[in-house]
């Protein structure tokens, strides 16, 4: 268990790290829950549960002044407790969504102390003491860091037997509505994201990736008889693309989309230059 703790504490405060140093998407669930299911020991479980909680967070953005779930914080724990309890996804879920929630009420803490530190940094820039300013910039980065690594270590440590008596306590009647939920939630996040990026121009697209998926299929055969002489198979309907596939060709069509815009853009930036270089020419006659 104390290995578990130390790597749970480890792989939220790298989260946290990329986050303030990069904003980049490597503190998303699909990477971060990866790498923590490897860590663990479970690279399988990993990649899995990283994939669905992405869905379940995939409409879940920054943008502004909104402060959304800490999504990151909320798939580590549901993927960690799941993994270490050797539980399903319904459980990664059911966690991930509130802890999610309470890492939000963190993360505001966390900046209103941070923020309370500004004066300080004030200070030491009119007083000129860069070494001062470098001093308390490491302490309250560093310290950032610490509470995020101990909040998964104590976590782990203290609250992996309470979770899983948790589990143990609910009813099943109760975990197979979370089934249920678990199964919603993707499409919700899919929803999510589609509100943002929606318009009337994609309407084609997102039902020809529909149409790829749910009526490209064949029927495979599955078993054969032979009955009174003659052979009476058995087949399945299968899908003859994978989502992968489908991905590959929805990357092609996007290729050719943007591309087809870049073109139109330039043809309309240059028609904009003639235009301009005309109305110089003939300013130009008359002020002659």
């Given amino acids: 268990m104390l290995m578990n703790a130390l790597i749970v504490g480890f792989v939220v405060a790298l989260a946290k790290f990329l986050d303030w140093w990069f904003s980049s998407q490597l503190s998303r669930p699909i990477f971060i829950v990866?790498?923590?299911?490897?860590?663990?020991?479970?690279?399988?479980?990993?990649?899995?549960?990283?994939?669905?909680l992405e869905l379940i967070f995939l409409g879940n953005v920054n943008l502004g002044g909104v402060m959304p779930s800490d999504f990151t914080l909320g798939s580590i724990f549901g993927g960690a407790f799941a993994m270490i309890l050797g539980s399903?996804?319904?459980?990664?879920i059911a966690l991930a969504v509130p802890i999610s929630l309470l890492?939000?009420?963190?993360?505001?803490?966390?900046?209103?102390?941070?923020?309370?530190l500004v004066p300080r940094f004030e200070k030491h820039i009119k007083d000129k003491n860069i070494k001062a300013f470098n001093r308390l910039w490491s302490l309250q980065f560093w310290g950032f860091e610490l509470v995020y690594?101990?909040?998964?270590?104590?976590?782990?440590?203290?609250?992996?037997?309470?979770?899983?008596?948790?589990?143990e306590a609910i009813p099943t009647w109760i975990q197979s509505s979370m089934t249920v939920a678990a199964t919603m939630l993707p499409a919700i996040g899919i929803a999510l994201l589609l509100?943002?990026?929606?318009?009337?121009?994609?309407?084609?697209?997102?039902f020809?990736?529909?149409?790829?998926?749910?009526?490209?299929?064949?029927?495979?055969?599955?078993?054969?008889?032979?009955?009174?002489?003659?052979?009476?198979?058995?087949?399945?309907?299968t899908k003859m693309l994978s989502l992968i596939q489908i991905a590959f060709i929805g990357f092609i069509i996007a290729a050719l989309v943007v591309m087809a815009e870049l073109r139109h853009n330039n043809?309309?930036?240059?028609?904009?230059?003639?235009?301009?270089?005309s109305n110089d020419e003939s300013e130009d006659f008359f002020n002659d």
């Fill in 103 to 116: 890492g939000t009420l963190i993360y505001t803490v966390m900046k209103m102390v941070i923020t309370s």
């Fill in 195 to 206: 509100k943002m990026l929606w318009e009337k121009s994609l309407i084609p697209f997102y």
């Fill in 88 to 92: 399903k996804i319904e459980t990664a």
């Fill in 34 to 52: 990866a790498l923590l299911g490897i860590l663990l020991g479970h690279p399988t479980e990993g990649i899995i549960l990283g994939a669905q």
């Fill in 149 to 167: 690594f101990l909040l998964g270590f104590i976590s782990i440590m203290v609250g992996t037997n309470a979770i899983k008596a948790l589990i």
């Fill in 208 to 237: 020809l990736g529909f149409a790829l998926g749910a009526f490209f299929t064949y029927d495979k055969a599955t078993d054969g008889r032979l009955t009174k002489g003659a052979v009476a198979l058995t087949t399945a309907p």
């Fill in 267 to 277: 043809n309309n930036k240059q028609t904009a230059t003639e235009t301009v270089d």
